[in-house]
């Protein structure tokens, strides 16, 4: 989606917000000129210094003084001077942000001075210019100019002209013009202003640099950049001379700064400028002035441009949040916020959130401003609108917006808007393959664009792909390998058609989100090309190069996103590219036979897995290497959980009618400032240790060898990835690896008919589609797992709701189909499963923690809740389910056993409850779970186990997903013996989002899951089995390897079938448990060697 005139309006709109509030600050500390002084040094004395505290922003003490000078000057009836202190008293309350206050001070100031002085009085004239840029900042135009011209008409009646007085009108009167975009008018003004400062006041003096942050803002809306930057650069200079460090005045120098810095594509400069804006606004406004909100704003905007879509949003809401509180619902300001957050949200896919933002805009936009203003939501309503298959509508929307910038095209920000409809116009064509009108759209926003921005920027990058996308879509190879060649030049200027970039060269383009565009269009394109030429192999290998730097761009724009939000999303995008590099290299290796391909290709495999969760788990250690104190670690962890408490909160109301629209707006304001807070304390941590960075961001991934150094004999590591038609399997085994693709024709159609069979024991259709999906995933490998006894399976997509160990080699004859007698994969392999071979690495290579405590098992009673109920009958009596919760008699007795078994702590009825669970589970190597599970698909860090709750709230009842992430485990196994705790959402790169997914976040190398709601009594047995084979030293894969086939010689028909015993399985480290120390073993070395060294000294003495 073209976001240019989303930003651009904003900047526009942002622009003419600050420098309303700059009028907020327009007061000076110049001393007094000669006909003003006074003989009243004491009183001057209180002045002056009031004048010094404004200045270093201490308003509040400032006033104090100006009132005490004040009392002198009415006692001494000085009614000039005391005037003069009550309006410095009112510009203090300005620039505090209390503006009635001020307001109310000014007026009561303009009545006391036309009763007690002449009409044409200098320090009349200085109180119309205070109302009239506090109108000005309120947005009253017409009633700013008035007054503004009053205070000048005064000035030219005087004999002693007041040139400070009459240089702030004509500044005034310039910032009005410049409001209006009347901006000659605007520049005559401005310079005479400076033309008196220059040669009556001062150029140094403090007031002048707002002539030149005006002069600054004019320029940049005629795109003069250079002479804009160096105008603010002037205005900072003399506030530095004249202000303290802290000064407002200062920090709107630097919000104008990281505006004009955004504008020209240098987002991390513009983020320095708009911080430092920020920490001046917050130590001297406070956290709710709308100067802070107005920085938030243009941040959203940053991070928008760098495709950080989720901190946008972020960012914007605490906007939003601080223009309610201080204007009310209905203020200009507020309808480009909701813009904005409409442009988040369409980027982010909720597409309904966005019309949905985009219409609350255009209703207040709609009240207090003028259509045009609500031109650029116009068009991206449109734009979202077309995703919804509403292309009639979308086009009128755009063609609105259109229309609405052609009312005068004289204006930049018109024509840029009219850029930004042409594009809108265009993307709506590419997605019904109208390619040619496409095209003339593109390449009218094109021109546009160039003509103002130049061709060194961003957007214009952004537009180049959008048209070779164009020429693509009608296989026109060479034009649109030559507009991405123009997109790659705009961002990387030394880039030519025949030359290699480097990873420096990628590290120094700021908009990383465009490079990674381009490249990965180029690729595509060298292998269309391929396609269309197979004698050419430089050609797919060149489409190779172009993948492989496009998963350094993207490893470097994930490296900038903090939310996992923003994460996950970007895995979603990036999956489809890494299919395709892996596609690209496995071709690369049919035709060649160079090993090194099989290489590349796992790679790109590897990258397309768990990367949000690897980061996490490497976080852990890189915190601890990096030398981080746990106490900053505590903060960070607190952070997350908040963040997920005001997530869940929101989901929970969201579904209710009855619960108020401000309590909503609230828990939204809550949750956005605390992610903001976050990403800002997550930023800080890495600038004050380099080497967390550094270690966190590692973007290594396991290679084929790596892979090979763990296997064992007899033990081999198959992985899988899926493409939008193919499967690619890679069998690894410490001697010999290969790669086989088939096709995924139903595949995935066939998982869920197996997984319905099971549940709703349909023999036939069981049988039929766990023999047809082992014939399409491993018996393609039969030859070369020959010899095999141990598989560590990394799944993909759906496959990782199938448990292996219940496929069948052989399709039984129709006699013969009975439960007992299939010959289950059970039978020939023990397994285990991992999110990454990758990650399986990382696990390897971590240091064991050794808990203090062995075992720690919790089985809670469930005859507190309502729905609950005692079954006995095994077929019914399932772990867990979203409609009761059934007792568990068997889990309690499974628990005991077991704790018993380790000599462990177990916790049974009410006293399994999560607050104890909490508090007790870091200490233990084994954590056993026998409770209900509830599986939440649309919010998965929401899913829940149940505890024993006395009072029933829900705080005390579950244990949340997201509340796992903080719990620091040292434990070795945790098993989850509920139902469904291994499945969860499926997302796009990142795999399932379940429980054993939480638990790996806390630090758990290994999980013991379910796939399938579990029944009690079979599980129970199962779990007895499984931990008398832990307890002899058996791996873990071993020890459910054996338990399930000793469940099954013992089984009937009805109690053999799959649906019983198949669902759990081991996710991730399958080996042995460790040994535990024993806290007695070093007291007993020290007794030996106590002896030892007595018995030596009985001996000396006897000899």
Known sequence: MDKDICRITIVLLVIQILFGCEKRTALSSKPDSPQEKTSYQFEQNYYNNAITLSDSAHFDSSNILFQKAATQYYRKQEWHLYLRCKNRIGANYQLMGNLDKANQIFEKNLNFGLLHLPDSSAEIARTYNYLGELATFQGKLHKADSLLHLALNINHKLNNKDYYALAESLRGIGEISYKKAEYENALHALKKSLNIYQNHVGIQDKSAARCYMVLGNIYYQQQLVDSAFYMYKESLAII??????????????????????????DGPQAIAYYQKALNIYKIVLGERNVNVAIVYNNLGNTYEDKGDYERAIAYYMNAVAIFLE????????LGVIYGNLGVSYYNLGYIDKAIESYRKALQIIGKVASPVEGAYIHNNLGQALAKKGQIKLALANCNKALDLYSSDSTEEDYQLGQASCYSAIAEIFMSQHAYDKANFNFEKSLRIYTQISGRKHPHVAGLLTDIGDAWLGKDELDSASFYYDQSIKSLVP???????????????????????????????????????????INLLKSALTYYQLTTQAINMLRQSYKGEEAKLLLNSYTSNIYQQGLETATLLYELTHNSKYIDQAFIFSEKGKA??????TKQIGAAYKAGIPDSIVAIEDSLRSRIAFYERKLAEVSSESSVKGTYISELQSKLAETK????????????????????????TVARIKDVQKILVPSQS??????????????????????????????????????????????????????HNIYNSLLAPLEEQLKGVKRLIIIPDMELSYVPFEILLKEKPEPSRLDYSSLNYLVKDYQMSYHYSATLLLDNHNKKYQNAPKSFLGLAPSNQNISLAKTVSNESVALRGSVDSFPDLPGSREEVEKIAKMFRGNYYLNNAANKALFKSLAPQ???????????????????????????????EDRYLYAYELYNLKLRAELVTLSACNTGVGKLQKGEGVISFARGFAYAGCP????????????PTSRIMQYFYEGLKKGLAKDDALYQAKLQYLNSADDNQSNPALWGSFVIVGNAEPLHKQSSKILPFLIAGLCLLVLIFAGLLKLKQ
């Open 611 to 616: 990367s949000v969760l690897l980061e996490v």
């Open 1006 to 1017: 290994a999980m013991l899951v379910s796939l399938w709601p579990a029944t009690d009594k």
């Open 676 to 699: 903001r807070y976050y990403a800002e304390f997550v930023e800080r941590i890495e600038k004050t240790y380099p080497n967390y960075y550094s270690l966190k961001f590692s973007n």
């Open 494 to 536: 030394h880039y030519t058609f025949r030359s290699t970039l480097s990873e420096a060269d990628l590290q120094k383009v700021a908009a990383k989100n465009h490079l990674a565009r381009a490249l990965v269009a180029k690729a595509k394109t060298f292998r269309k090309k391929y396609d269309q030429n197979k004698s050419d």
């Open 924 to 954: 233990y190597n084994i954590i056993h779970l026998a409770t209900h599970g509830l599986i939440d698909d649309e919010h998965p860090n929401l899913s829940k186990l149940v505890f024993y709750s006395e009072n029933k709230t829900e």
């Open 240 to 265: 530095v001379k004249n202000r303290g460090r802290n000064h407002p005045e200062r920090g709107k120098i630097y919000a104008n700064l990281g505006m004009i810095s955004n504008a020209m594509g």
């Open 717 to 770: 590591l198959i992985e899988f990835a899926f493409t939008d038609s193919l499967l690619y399997i890679f069998a690894i085994s410490p001697t010999q690896y290969s790669l086989v693709r088939v096709s995924n024709d139903s595949l995935i159609q066939r998982v869920q008919l197996m997984r319905a069979a099971l549940i709703n024991e349909n023999k036939q259709v069981y049988v039929k589609e766990a």
């Open 326 to 333: 201080q204007f009310g619902e209905f203020y200009p300001d």
